[in-house]
């Protein structure tokens, strides 16, 4: 069983910058896949971000050289870095994590769910 938990969300200007973190309970953490992912209002959830047990790292077209996601498997946390922020980032983001799977951009590949936490870019 994995619980993660979520932090960093807030109310941003575009241009603008936030770091979220994810902290995740388990002592396997560092074999899971890790993924960020995100929902705005009336539209399905987006994967943004993952990265693998290997360092393996996977972007969304839309936010590749905006976004950065991280690992540190002592702390067992996940973080994402976004800069140059736009209107268009807001969204309620996820952190997920994958034991097994290779389909690192589909949310049912993901066991496990954090509760989320809100970003918005106002223009």
């Known amino acids: 069983q994995v619980q993660l938990v979520e932090s960093g969300g807030g109310l941003v200007q575009a241009g603008g910058s936030l770091r979220l973190s994810c902290a995740a309970s388990?002592?396997?953490?560092?074999?899971?896949?890790m993924g960020w992912f995100r929902q705005a209002p009336g539209k399905e959830r987006e994967f943004v971000a993952a990265?693998?047990?290997?360092?393996?790292?996977y972007y969304l077209d839309s936010v590749k050289g905006r976004f950065t996601i991280s690992r540190d498997n002592v702390k067992n946390t996940v973080d994402l870095q976004m800069n140059s922020l736009k209107p268009e980032d807001t969204a309620v983001y996820y952190c997920?994590?994958?034991?097994?799977?290779?389909?690192?951009?589909?949310?049912?590949?993901?066991?496990?769910w954090g509760q989320g936490t809100q970003v918005t870019v106002s223009s």
């Open positions: 997920a994590a994958a034991r097994y799977g290779s389909r690192y951009s589909e949310s049912t590949t993901y066991a496990y």
């Open positions: 388990g002592r396997t953490f560092s074999s899971y896949t």
């Open positions: 990265i693998k047990w290997s360092g393996q790292l």
